[in-house]
């Protein structure tokens, strides 16, 4: 049985963080790809940042450059989302997803399109003003 379990989101106020994390079982995590999403109410779900295999290379969306980062604790079969100076426009529900590929250009392009091995049923984050 493979899963992914989100955990972290809440209500914090504007300014503040958060850090989510998404916990694997059922796979050997290193032949993945991760992938965090976000999806707010009335709008598609987009990619927000990725992660390749070694955790050495990163993707960021725009919006979230230079304050969310993405890391892997392979030990611990966990992906990480710290998200710093948050925004109301970050109110979201956020997703993780996994993607096997030899990189991490692929699994991007990949993501992007919402082709995945697997999805976490996600957590929501609230960011007040």
């Known amino acids: 049985q493979v899963q992914l379990v989100e955990s972290g989101g809440g209500l914090v106020q504007a300014g503040g963080s958060l850090r989510l994390s998404c916990k694997a079982s059922?796979?050997?995590?290193?032949?993945?790809?991760m992938g965090w999403f976000r999806q707010a109410p009335g709008k598609e779900r987009e990619l927000i940042a990725a992660?390749?295999?070694?955790?050495?290379?990163?993707f960021y969306e725009d919006s979230v450059k230079g304050r969310f980062t993405i890391s892997r604790d392979d030990a611990e079969n966990t992906v990480y989302l710290q998200m710093n100076s948050l925004k109301p426009q970050d109110t979201a529900v956020y997703y993780c997803?996994?993607?096997?590929?030899?990189?991490?250009?692929?699994?991007?392009?990949?993501?992007?399109?919402?082709?995945?091995?697997?999805w976490g049923q996600g957590t929501q984050v609230t960011v007040s003003s």
């Open positions: 992660i390749s295999r070694t955790g050495v290379e990163t």
């Open positions: 059922g796979l050997t995590f290193t032949f993945y790809q």
């Open positions: 997803a996994a993607d096997v590929n030899t990189g991490l250009t692929l699994a991007i392009a990949n993501m992007k399109i919402g082709r995945v091995d697997y």
